[in-house]
C-alpha cells in the first residue's frame, strides 16, 4: 500500500521544486539546489523510498510544502479530529435515518410510504456529495440563515485546550459549552450532507434483511411462544436484520472519509479532506502520501470495528 | 411430457428482447430508468456526431463568451442562465454530455470484459494463480475508488483520457471478483462435466459454457454500476483532475461555480440535478433489470 501511493505521487510529472516555491524560484538557482538537495529529489526513486520509509518509521511524515513546510504529522493532527468529527456524526445520522426509513419501508412494502422512502434515498445516493452540500448550504445557510456555512466552530471562541484532541470532546470534558455548541452547530450541515448521500443504502440493505428475517422459522416461533409482536419485531427480528447493516457500516465509512474531500472543501471545514485538495493542487507530495496512508488505516480500523461488533449482533459467532 | 423445442440461437435473442420490452410495460420505475438513460444517451451521440461534422447542436457557443448577460437567471433564452462570463450554461451542460456518458460506458464496459475473463479463468484455473489473482484485487479493496483513482490520476497528469485510464485501472476488480464467485457457482454443475467429458479444450469450455452463462449477473451489476462511475468521475473532475477550462464538464462546472452559490445559486446546481439525474437513470434501469432476472 505504502509502495503504491509512493510511486504514484512520485511520478507525477513536473519539477516539484517550481510548484512549492513558485515560478520566480528560477532566478534563484542555489535556492531550487538547496531544497532538491534536502528532499533527496535528484537521488534515484528507490533511494527517496528508502528516505521515505525511514522517516515513516521514525514518525515523520515529511514537511508539507502547501502548508508552509509545517511537518505533516501536525498538520494531519490538527486536521484528523476535525474530519473524525465529520465522519462520526455522518455515520450516526445516517445510520438513524436508514434503520428509521428501513423499518418503516419493511412494514409499508410496496405501499405508498415505502415507494415515497425509496425515491427520498435513491435521489441522496445518485447525488455526488458536492451536490447535496451545495444544495444543503443555500437551503439552510443561506436562505434560512439557521446553520453556519464555515468553519469548524466560532473563529471568535477560544479553542479549547487539547486533551484528547478531538475539540469537541476536549470542550466537553473542560465545560466550555459555548465552544461545543458551536461546533455542534458547525458540524451538522457537513455531516447532514454526507449521511444524505450513504443513509440509503442502509435503508435498502435493511429493508430487504427485514422481510427475510421476518419470514424465517424462528420468528414463527417466537410468535408460538405468545410473545408480544413488538417483542418479536424488535428483539427478535431487528436484531438479526442488523447484521448485513453492520457488514455495511464498515463500507460506510469508507464512502464517508472520501466525501470529506468535498464536503469540507465546501463548507471550508479544516479537516483532512480540505487538505486533500489543497495538497493536489499544489503537487504536495508528502501531503498526498499522508492522507491517503491515513484514509487506509481509517478503513482498516473501521473493517476491525465491524468485525467486533458483529459478536454482539449475531448469536451464533463468539468469541474464543 | 411437453416437448420443449430447442431454439435456435437466433430466437433466443428475439425472446431475449420480447422479454425486455415486457419488462419496460410492467415496471413503471424501470421505463422511467429506461427513458431518462435514453434522452441521456441520444443527446450524447447527437452532439458527438455533430461535433465530427463541425456542426454546434447546442443553442449557443459553449465555450463562448458574452453570447448573453452576465450571470442572468434562468430565462427562456438561456433556460438554465448564464454565468459570470456570459456563458449559456445549458449549452455548456449538453457539450458535456458525450465526456461524461462516454466514460461512464467505456470504463465498466472495460471492467466487464476484463473482469469477466480474469475472474472466470482464475476461478477455473484455480491454484496459485486464483490465489495471486484475488490478493491483487485485494490491494484495490484497501482504498476507495475516488481515491485510488485520484493517486493514479495525479500519476498520469490531468486530462479526461487519463481520468478514463485512472478509472479503468481501478474498477475491474469487482468485476473479476463477481466473476469468480459465479463461476465457482456453477463450474459443478453437469454440463460443464458434461463438456469435459468432450475433451472440449479449457478455454473452449470458457467462452462457450461457462461465460454465456454468469453474463446475466454481471451485466445487472454493470447497469447499476454505470451511475457510480460517474458519481466518482464527476468528483474527479471536481477536483480539477479532468478538463482544463473552458472545456465544459459537469463536475468542474459545480466546482468552479461554486463561490457563486451565494449570487447564482442556479450555477452549480444545474449540472448537479443532471449528474444525480443520470445516475437515477441508470440505477432505475438497473435495478428493474435485477428484478425482472431474479438476479440477487
Known amino acids: 500500500m505504502l509502495t503504491i501511493t509512493f510511486i504514484l505521487s512520485h511520478s507525477i510529472g513536473g519539477n516539484p521544486v517550481y510548484a512549492w516555491l513558485g515560478r520566480s524560484a528560477g532566478q534563484h538557482p542555489q535556492l531550487i539546489a538547496q531544497v532538491t538537495k534536502l528532499y533527496h529529489l535528484d537521488d534515484p526513486l528507490w533511494v527517496q523510498y528508502y528516505y521515505y520509509l525511514v522517516n515513516l518509521l521514525q514518525g515523520n511524515l515529511g514537511y508539507s510544502p502547501s502548508r508552509g513546510f509545517q511537518p505533516v504529522a501536525?498538520?494531519?493532527a490538527q486536521a484528523l479530529p476535525n474530519t473524525l468529527q465529520i465522519a462520526f456524526f455522518a455515520l450516526v445520522i445516517s445510520l438513524v435515518l436508514g434503520i428509521v426509513l428501513g423499518v418503516i419501508s419493511s412494514l409499508y412494502r410496496n405501499k405508498l410510504e415505502d415507494k415515497g422512502i425509496r425515491a427520498f434515498y435513491l435521489a441522496g445516493i445518485s447525488s455526488p456529495a458536492f451536490f447535496i452540500a451545495i444544495i444543503l448550504l443555500i437551503v439552510f445557510s443561506l436562505e434560512l440563515h439557521l446553520l453556519p456555512s464555515g468553519l469548524s466552530a466560532d473563529a471568535s471562541l477560544p479553542s479549547p485546550s487539547t486533551i484528547t484532541y478531538i475539540p469537541m470532546l476536549d470542550s466537553l470534558i473542560e465545560g466550555n459549552f459555548a465552544y461545543f455548541s458551536s461546533s455542534l452547530y458547525h458540524v451538522i450541515l457537513p455531516?447532514?450532507?454526507?449521511?444524505?448521500t450513504t443513509f440509503g443504502v442502509v435503508v435498502r440493505v435493511l429493508r430487504s434483511s427485514m422481510i427475510e428475517v421476518m419470514h424465517?422459522?424462528?420468528?414463527?416461533?417466537?410468535?408460538?411462544?405468545?410473545?408480544?409482536?413488538?417483542?418479536?419485531?424488535?428483539?427478535?427480528g431487528l436484531r438479526n436484520a442488523m447484521i448485513p447493516v453492520v457488514t455495511l457500516s464498515s463500507l460506510m465509512v469508507t464512502w464517508l472519509i472520501t466525501g470529506t474531500i468535498f464536503v469540507e472543501n465546501i463548507f471550508s471545514y479544516p479537516g483532512i479532506g480540505q487538505y486533500v485538495?489543497?495538497?493536489?493542487t499544489a503537487q504536495d507530495y508528502p501531503g498526498i502520501l499522508a492522507t491517503t496512508l491515513v484514509f487506509a488505516v481509517i478503513i482498516v480500523l473501521a473493517?476491525?470495528?465491524?468485525?467486533?461488533?458483529?459478536?454482539?449482533?449475531d448469536p451464533q459467532i463468539r468469541l474464543g | 411430457m411437453p416437448v420443449v423445442p430447442l431454439g435456435r440461437p437466433r430466437d433466443k435473442r428475439a425472446k431475449a428482447v420480447r422479454s425486455a420490452i415486457g419488462l419496460l410495460r410492467e415496471n413503471k420505475t424501470a421505463l422511467a430508468g429506461a427513458v431518462i438513460v435514453a434522452v441521456f444517451a441520444l443527446t450524447a451521440v447527437a452532439v458527438y456526431v455533430a461535433s465530427l461534422f463541425g456542426i454546434t447542436l447546442t443553442p449557443y457557443n459553449p465555450i463562448q463568451q458574452d453570447v448573453g448577460p452576465l450571470l442572468a437567471p434562468p430565462s427562456l433564452a438561456h433556460p438554465f442562465g448564464t454565468d459570470l462570463l456570459g456563458r449559456d450554461i445549458f449549452s455548456r451542460i449538453i457539450a458535456a454530455t458525450p465526456n461524461d456518458f462516454a466514460i461512464g460506458l467505456v470504463v465498466i464496459g472495460f471492467s466487464l470484459v476484463v473482469g469477466t475473463l480474469v475472474g472466470s479463468y482464475a476461478a477455473f484455473r484455480g491454484g496459485l494463480l486464483d490465489e495471486?489473482?484475488?490478493?491483487v484485487t485485494d490491494i484495490f479493496f484497501a482504498l476507495p475508488a475516488l481515491v485510488l483513482a485520484m493517486a493514479i490520476g495525479v500519476a498520469l497528469g490531468r486530462g479526461i483520457g487519463n481520468m478514463t485510464i485512472a478509472l479503468m485501472i481501478v474498477w475491474w476488480p469487482p468485476y473479476a471478483r463477481l466473476a469468480r464467485?459465479?463461476?465457482?457457482?456453477?463450474?459443478?454443475?453437469?454440463?460443464?462435466?458434461?463438456?469435459?467429458l468432450f475433451h472440449l479444450s479449457r478455454l473452449r469450455i470458457l467462452l462457450k459454457h461457462v461465460i454465456p452463462n454468469i453474463t446475466t449477473t454481471l451485466l445487472v451489476y454493470a447497469t447499476l454500476d454505470v451511475g457510480t462511475v460517474i458519481v466518482v468521475y464527476?468528483?474527479?473532475?471536481?477536483?480539477?483532475?479532468?478538463?482544463?477550462?473552458?472545456?465544459?464538464?459537469?463536475?468542474?462546472?459545480v466546482s468552479s461555480y461554486q463561490a457563486y452559490t451565494i449570487s447564482a445559486p442556479w450555477l452549480p446546481l444545474f449540472p448537479g440535478v443532471i449528474i444525480a439525474l443520470g445516475v437515477i437513470g441508470f440505477s432505475l434501469l438497473g435495478d428493474g433489470l435485477r428484478d425482472a432476472l431474479e438476479v440477487s
Not at chain 1, 191 to 196: E, P, T
Not at chain 2, 184 to 195: E, G, P, R, T
Request: hydrophobic letters at 50%; zero cysteines.
Open chain 1, 74 to 76: 501536525s498538520v494531519i
Open chain 1, 191 to 196: 455531516a447532514l450532507a454526507l449521511a444524505l
Open chain 1, 216 to 236: 424465517a422459522n424462528y420468528i414463527r416461533t417466537a410468535r408460538a411462544k405468545g410473545l408480544d409482536e413488538r417483542t418479536v419485531f424488535f428483539t427478535h
Open chain 1, 277 to 280: 485538495f489543497t495538497a493536489l
Open chain 1, 303 to 313: 473493517n476491525l470495528a465491524a468485525d467486533i461488533l458483529y459478536v454482539f449482533f
Open chain 2, 132 to 135: 495471486a489473482l484475488m490478493r
Open chain 2, 181 to 196: 464467485g459465479e463461476t465457482l457457482k456453477i463450474s459443478h454443475q453437469n454440463f460443464i462435466d458434461a463438456a469435459r
Open chain 2, 234 to 253: 464527476s468528483g474527479l473532475s471536481y477536483l480539477g483532475l479532468a478538463v482544463t477550462p473552458p472545456a465544459p464538464d459537469w463536475g468542474e462546472m
